[in-house]
């Protein structure tokens, strides 16, 4: 029974993952791996809002950090940047992906059509507009740099559709980043 709980606790992680409209390209973790890393920083130190501006980057900064921190720590990974032997920086930016499928789509055709001899109504005509056209991306890099050598071992690219782009629910936006950071370290190797 036991066995059975653990598979299907595992089905159901994969399976949001693979629903969760995130995106992740890693880079090869050989030179990492050979590394055998155990102590980590942060190359550059959390972002402070000065001057209270509503910028994205400055709700992100500290999730990223939380959840980097974290999963690196279930690997094995320990923060000490006086005994560092690779630091990890981060990189965000906004994108555009023209024709991407939002993840909330529920029409039967997510793009706009012709229909001949058929009076569309609002509704379709709306959703067309809204489903079909160009979809605003974020996008995270996080990099990972040995610190005597100063060369980068390891990078991964999340890149996920935004959905909601006036969202200031603060507990969604950490979950999302939450599952992005845990997607995006998985191929990672344990702690040496």
Not at 78 to 93: G, K, T
Not at 102 to 124: M, W, Y
């Amino acid at each position: 029974m036991r066995v059975t709980g653990l598979i299907t606790s595992l089905l159901l992680s994969l399976m949001l993952a693979a629903c969760s409209g995130t995106e992740t390209r890693p880079a090869e973790t050989d030179d990492f791996a050979a590394g055998q890393y155990r102590y980590f920083k942060w190359r550059s130190e959390p972002l402070k809002n000065t001057a209270n501006s509503s910028d994205p980057v400055y709700a992100l900064d500290p999730a990223i950090r939380r959840h980097v921190n974290t999963t690196l720590a279930e690997k094995g990974y320990v923060l000490d940047p006086e005994r560092a032997q690779f630091s990890v920086d981060y990189f965000f930016a906004v994108g555009m992906r023209e024709g991407q499928k939002s993840e909330v789509a529920t029409n039967i055709s997510t793009h706009p059509t012709v229909l001949p001899n058929r009076q569309a109504d609002g509704a379709t005509v709306d959703n067309a507009y809204a489903l079909g056209g160009v979809k605003k991306t974020s996008n995270i890099a996080l990099q990972f740099n040995d610190v005597q050598k100063k060369q980068e071992v390891w990078h991964v690219i999340i890149t996920k559709i935004v959905e909601d782009d006036n969202m200031t629910e603060t507990s969604r936006l950490d979950r999302s980043v939450q599952q992005a950071i845990r997607q995006a370290l998985r191929p990672l190797p344990k702690a040496g």
